[in-house]
T-cell receptor, first 111, second 113 residues
């Protein structure tokens, strides 16, 4: 099966700085990963995804990096804003079946 | 387009009571799942379904039942509620083809006393 976990439960950054949230996974056969953002009192929302045949994918202010050698992925948020405060989850999937989530990192933005 | 709709938003049960959490999606998604979210535990998969009439267990299925009689609906039943089932429950759906992006409902906060 798959298990994913984040390295740090909390992360504090200054407004305007870049944020990097890390995640490790266990199953080398996992072929798809997704990052979700969860604001207080809401369900998780999709941010960005990446397939295992890619090393990097960019969105608006966000970049996901995948290192299959060490089974690690990261989410980079450029120029962090107060609205980026949330809990961020990585999730992994294998064979289009179960989607398994990590424990989440709470990102706090300091003014 | 409503997406994924969960009801109720809040519920308080007494130990031993039963209830059903409702989940409906209007995106014609094949895959639907139920997760529970506890502090510091992330989202844990309870049950999932890859299509009408097909269900399977996730990581923490004990104490919960599901059925999938239609593509749109995926109810979660608590047969005899226990305090350990106090949690926030999320339903999610995804197409099962192409991208695997899951869309989540707003959650049901359940307290068992």
């Amino acid at each position: 099966g798959e298990s994913v976990g984040l390295h740090l439960p909390t992360l504090s950054v200054q407004e305007g700085d870049n944020s990097i949230i890390n995640c490790a996974y266990s199953n080398s056969a996992s072929d798809y990963f997704i990052w979700y953002k969860q604001e207080s009192g809401k369900g998780p929302q999709f941010i960005i995804d990446i397939r295992s045949n890619m090393d990097k994918r960019q969105g608006q202010r966000v970049t996901v990096l995948l290192n299959k050698t060490v089974k690690h992925l990261s989410l980079q948020i450029a120029a962090t804003q107060p609205g980026d405060s949330a809990v961020y989850f990585c999730a992994g999937i294998q064979g289009a079946q179960k989607l398994v989530f990590g424990q989440g990192t709470r990102l706090t933005i300091n003014p | 387009n409503a997406g994924v709709t969960q009801t109720p938003k809040f519920q308080v049960l007494k130990t031993g009571q039963s209830m059903t959490l409702q989940c409906a999606q209007d995106m014609n998604h094949e895959y639907m799942s139920w997760y529970r979210q506890d502090p510091g535990m992330g989202l844990r998969l309870i049950h999932y379904s890859v299509g009408a009439g097909i269900t399977d267990q996730g990581e923490v299925p004990n104490g919960y039942n599901v059925s999938r009689s239609t593509t749109e609906d995926f109810p979660l039943r608590l047969l005899s509620a226990a305090p350990s089932q106090t949690s926030v429950y999320f339903c999610a759906s995804r197409s099962g083809q192409g991208d695997q992006i899951a869309f989540f409902g707003q959650g049901t906060r359940l307290t068992v006393v």
